[in-house]
């Protein structure tokens, strides 16, 4: 069973904080990717990492940055955190194909 | 925008009935995906069809699919509390990306 964890389901921060989202995936997955997901928007994406050290700017990257150091591990992070990123943050990988997405159980982060 | 669009927005039907929703997308596509969301979780991939096929079923799922109109239905036949859920319809077009739409919820009431 492919398992894709990501580090909080709930999280509260305040403005101008720097947040780390961590994504953990165990099924040896070269692609991972970063949406969030906003009533009435549905899903958009902020990153996608093909490899190791290598990312793509999805349709949002602005005021995103990530990181991924190992291939099992994605961070997205949020340099000064603002109340218009509040919102749920999803982690998905896939395989090679780019066809099924696996996603992990998403984060609700709330920035005061 | 690629965004794929579901109709309805919301439906609520009796256990035991069909719920059909349907998907439009604006360009070309390589394949198109469904997804279950359960109590805002993280999606679950229901059922791929690919771009030369009409119809696929898994389950009590059946998946169309007209590229000429452009659109896809989902339809879940003798439906259960348990297919109460949001289902989101993503075209994927020639590249890594899927565009995922807002969703239809989707109620089965007791």
């Known amino acids: 069973d492919v398992k894709v964890t990501q580090s909080s389901r709930y999280l509260v921060k305040r403005t101008g904080e720097k947040v780390f989202l961590e994504c953990v995936q165990d099924m040896d997955h070269e692609n991972m990717f970063w949406y969030r997901q906003d009533p009435g928007l549905g899903l958009r994406l902020i990153y996608f990492?093909?490899?190791?050290?290598?990312?793509e700017k999805g349709d949002i990257p602005e005021g995103y940055s990530v990181s991924r150091e190992k291939k099992e591990r994605f961070s997205l992070i949020l340099e000064s955190a603002s109340t218009n990123q509040t919102s749920m943050y999803l982690c998905?990988?896939?395989?090679?194909?780019?066809?099924?997405?696996?996603f992990g159980p998403g984060t609700r982060l709330t920035v005061l | 925008s690629q965004q794929g669009e579901e109709d309805p927005q919301a439906l609520s039907i009796q256990e035991g009935e069909n719920a059909t929703m349907n998907c439009s997308y604006k360009t070309s596509i390589n394949n198109l995906q469904w997804y279950r969301q359960n109590s805002g979780r993280g999606l679950v991939h229901l059922i791929l069809?690919?771009?030369?096929?009409r119809e696929k079923h898994s389950g009590r799922l059946r998946v169309t699919l007209d590229t000429s109109k452009k659109s896809s239905s989902l339809l879940i036949t003798a439906s259960r509390a348990a297919d109460t859920a949001s289902y989101f319809c993503?075209?994927?077009?020639?590249?890594?990306?899927?565009?995922f739409g807002a969703g239809t919820t989707v109620t089965v009431r007791a």
């Open positions: 990492s093909y490899d190791v050290k290598m990312k």
């Open positions: 993503a075209p994927k077009h020639n590249d890594y990306k899927l565009s």
């Open positions: 069809i690919r771009s030369n096929e």
């Open positions: 998905a990988t896939s395989g090679p194909s780019y066809n099924e997405q696996f």
